[in-house]
């Protein structure tokens, strides 16, 4: 089982604008572009990063293969910043298709993506019950993981608990 910081770049879908100047409107964040997921195995020490890897693209929702680099297990903070800055680019990938717009602003919002991520990191989850309050609003693809695990008898049931529990 692993654990840390998931990072997507998304695409924002648009739509059609509907009431007044001050009505709501309706915000999609829809087909995902790119993934990093900053994890620990759950057996390795805090700040491994030991399952740190990245999808580079997608077949629609569906992730690629994962990708694995030695900079991002080394220094994941500083291979997120290099990743938002360079658009994709840095780890040898095409880049982004992302707006222009969104294309000149990403890069100086790298320093505030590594700072939320970090907030989220593995070294910040230090029990099942930290764990669980920071990805409870993912307990079902928790529980869909959980499910496919090969070998289920080699789970920690203490650790997995949190997420097994209906709510």
Partial sequence: MEHGSRIEIRELAQHP??????????????????????????????GSFSAAHYHPQFTGNEPSARFWDAALSTDPWAWLGDQITSLGAAAGGAGWPLDPGDAAE??????????????????????????????????????????????????????????????
């Fill in 17 to 46: 604008r509907r009431g007044s100047e001050s009505a709501s409107q309706l915000t999609t964040v829809d087909r995902p572009l790119w993934r990093a997921d900053l994890f620990d195995r759950l057996a390795d020490p805090p």
């Fill in 106 to 167: 990403l890069p100086g919002l790298a320093s505030a993506v590594v700072a939320t991520a970090q907030q989220f990191g593995p070294a910040e989850c230090r029990s099942a019950a930290e764990c669980f309050q920071l990805t409870r609003d993912v307990q079902d693809a928790v529980q869909l993981m959980i499910a496919t695990v090969r070998t289920p008898e080699r789970l920690d049931q203490d650790r997995v608990a949190p997420w097994l529990a209906r709510t």
